[in-house]
């Protein structure tokens, strides 16, 4: 798993780890409450911080998780983009969590952006990573209803919780061909 923030759906799918799946690695770009929560799990975790070069960045977070031999790589509260060199060698297997209905509101501000525009329902979105922003094949989607006193924080919250149940859900969907490593989902 790649985080960056509070760790919510880490701890969730953390949570109900079952035959279905195990979390094996948590990699961050920076310290945050996510890797305290993967400790206190008795995960391995790995801090992977950017620094000047983003090539040489990307190279490295691939080799960290390739180190760890993940059949599925899940983004979820991860805020970088991720490179070439990174999906090279897990395109199609990467997935990402996003707080907004996509193709509507992609990037770092989905829900001040949702808001903004005045929407009357958003949702979340699980879909494979690819080299855009946002913008690889969809997995799943849950819509989230804005109340007109809605603020930022009160309406992700909302989103997270939708969230934290819908990428558990996915992940049990998974199925892998253990000859091609390719993934798909039942997910409905
Ligand atoms: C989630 O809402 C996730 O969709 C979002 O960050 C939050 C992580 O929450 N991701 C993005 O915005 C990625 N562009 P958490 O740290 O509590 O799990």
Redesign the pocket.
Known sequence: ML?S??????QSLLDNQDARYRVRLVVADKDCA?LERAGMAGVETRTVPLGPDRGAWDEQLAEVVAAAEPDLVVS????KILGPAFLDRFEGVTI????AILPSFP??H?VRDALAYGVKVTG?TVHFVDAGV?TGAIIAQQPVTVAPDDTEDSL?EK??AV?RELIVSVLRSARINPTSRKVTFTHE
């Open positions: 985080v923030g509070t760790g919510t759906l880490l996510a979820a509260g991860f805020m990402n969590t996003h707080p990037g770092a989905a979340s946002d992700h989103i997270k969230e």
